[in-house]
T-cell receptor
Framework: DTEVTQTPKHLVMGMTNKKSLKCEQH?????MYWYKQKAKKPPELMFV???????INESVPSRFSPECPNSSLLNLHLHALQPEDSALYLC?????????????????FGAGSRLTVL | RKEVEQDPGPFNVPEGATVAFNCTYS??????FFWYRQDCRKEPKLLMS???SGNEDGRFTAQLNRASQYISLLIRDSKLSDSATYLC????????????FGAGTRLFVKA
């Protein structure tokens, strides 16, 4: 069983809907991530939170809005999405340690939320 | 140019074969290096971290050459269960870690 829990596992939404993806971890990790993965492509970084503050936004369209309410939770709010946004959305977390030190920034992924936009 | 580049694959090998994956990265500020494995329709999982001194975990050996910005993974005595996509991953940063995945190399091990 994964230590990062994502809900829902599957989501179908229309282009005018507002929905949210949720991610939870209880490993004490202080960095949390959202990735987007299309079929037969690698995960593509979207956002990184460090100590509940947004530290990296990879020029993601504003129709995706991340939120980190506390150190264990990460949300991705979705609004006015396009069909091309259909993908697997992966949440991950990592220790906030010194880069290059064993164990630091090793990502633990959730099982993902598979999103279909109609 | 992509920040992390890998052999395009796929690699089709018989059981027992030795297979090598190569990866290059373009950002010299990269600090941490990994190989992840991803099975079909599953999330990526850490296979091993990669250190400049090289490291080995059973049948798997990883090496890093910082001067050449090159990372490798060697799998010896391939098993059917090794069939998966192998992702080269590079990370940098002091706040959140910017962790970038290569395109992945698909491995098929056949009986």
């Amino acid at each position: 069983d994964t230590e990062v829990t994502q809900t829902p596992k599957h989501l179908v939404m229309g282009m005018t809907n507002k929905k949210s993806l949720k991610c939870e971890q209880h490993m004490g990790h202080r960095a949390m991530y959202w990735y987007k993965q299309k079929a037969k492509k690698p995960p593509e970084l979207m956002f990184v939170y460090s100590y509940e503050k947004l530290s990296i936004n990879e020029s993601v369209p504003s129709r995706f809005s991340p939120e980190c309410p506390n150190s264990s939770l990460l949300n991705l709010h979705l609004h006015a999405l396009q069909p091309e946004d259909s993908a697997l959305y992966l949440c991950a977390s990592s220790h906030k340690g010194l880069a290059g030190i064993s164990g630091a920034n090793v990502l633990t992924f959730g099982a993902g939320s598979r999103l279909t936009v109609l | 140019r992509k920040e992390v580049e890998q052999d395009p694959g796929p690699f089709n090998v018989p059981e027992g074969a030795t297979v090598a994956f190569n990866c290059t990265y373009s950002n010299s500020a990269s600090q941490s290096f990994f190989w992840y494995r991803q099975d079909c329709r599953k999330e990526p999982k850490l296979l091993m971290s990669v250190y400049s001194s090289g490291n080995e975990d059973g049948r798997f050996t990883a090496q890093l050459n910082r001067a050449s910005q090159y990372i490798s993974l060697l799998i010896r005595d391939s098993k059917l269960s090794d069939s998966a996509t192998y992702l080269c991953v590079v990370s940098r940063g002091t706040g959140g870690f910017k962790t970038i995945f290569g395109a992945g190399t698909r491995l098929f091990v056949k009986a």
